[in-house]
């Protein structure tokens, strides 16, 4: 479990930053876990997919087997703050953006630089969203499908097969191409796209870029704080909110499970899930 702050200075920001800093980190890892793998019903439409049938399937079984995917990840995850387009959309632009990772069909070389570079003139990647039980996979595709419309088109058009981040009773706009709503993303502009005579939502970002999502939680999780925060002074309004097992003399802290806000009791080590995100 991570404690809140870290790096950072308590004392001259607010809680509200010090957790939307923390939730950006984390955010670009994938938490271990064993999860059922569904392939969107456009996925097998590239002809990338078809070429690299072996590794997608790999990478499938390990996501069901819950292996540690960090290794699959872009180096700048492994070394977040380190690059100088970290400040730029929390430093992945399709996990702000949409919610979607990225992965490598070759994992990071402990020696040195991924070899994928060398090996694979394509530098192919899986994109893929994931929850705690569940994992997407969108589309096979490569780093210029961040920019060149065809990872938003993918994403707009599995969120309108699924009936997810569907504006029900708006038409939307199909005035903008998949190409022209990527570059309004990057620039902090949202839009809708019709599809079905239905408007979908594509990119969700901050003026500034940050995922719109991440800032959700990291301020509904600040709320939480600072809501329960002055029930935990009085032993009977904590026992009501927490139950009997609060000891006489209990000694809080808050931290995250990964994203998942926690409470912790250190003397009866207990542990108190609160919502990480807002419904």
């Known amino acids: 479990m991570t404690e809140l702050g870290g790096d950072l200075d308590p004392q001259r920001q607010s809680l509200g930053y010090l957790i939307h800093r923390y939730l950006v980190r984390t955010r670009r890892l994938i938490p271990i876990a064993k999860r059922h793998v569904f392939f969107v019903r456009r996925f097998w439409d590239s002809g990338l ?39 730029q959309h929390d430093g992945d632009f399709a996990l702000a953006a949409y919610d979607v ?8 070389d402990p020696a040195g630089p991924r070899k994928v570079r060398q090996q694979d003139k394509e530098d192919v990647l899986l994109f893929a969203t994931f929850d705690r039980e569940l994992a997407a996979f969108i589309m096979v595709g490569t780093h210029k499908s961040f920019y060149d419309g065809t990872l938003e ?13 569907v ?4 038409k939307g706009e199909s005035g903008f191409t998949a190409l ?3 570059r309004m993303g990057l620039r902090g502009l949202n839009t809708a796209v019709a599809i079905g005579g239905q408007a979908v939502i594509s990119s969700m970002l901050m003026g500034n870029g940050s995922s719109m ?17 002055p029930i935990l002074d009085d032993i009977e309004r904590a ?25 912790v009791e250190a003397k009866s080590r207990t542990g108190f899930n609160f919502a990480d995100q807002p419904n």
């Not at 909110?241 to 006489?248: E, F, I, Q, S, Y």
């Open 167 to 170: 504006l029900n009773g708006i």
């Open 153 to 165: 088109s993918a994403v707009v058009q599995a969120r309108a097969d699924a009936g997810h981040m």
């Open 239 to 263: 026992r009501a909110l927490l139950g009997p097992r609060v000891p006489d003399d209990p000694d809080f802290s808050w931290g995250f499970d990964q994203t998942r806000l926690v409470l």
């Open 49 to 87: 997919v078809t070429r690299h049938l072996n590794k997608v399937f790999e990478l499938a079984r390990l996501v069901e087997e819950g292996a540690d995917l960090t290794p699959y990840l872009s180096g700048r995850a492994h070394r977040p703050g380190k690059h100088p387009r970290d400040d």
């Open 180 to 182: 022209q709503r990527t």
């Open 101 to 108: 990772h990225h992965l490598h069909f070759d994992p990071v």
């Open 213 to 229: 999502r991440t800032l959700r939680m990291a301020d509904f999780a600040a709320w939480r704080i600072e809501d329960v925060d």
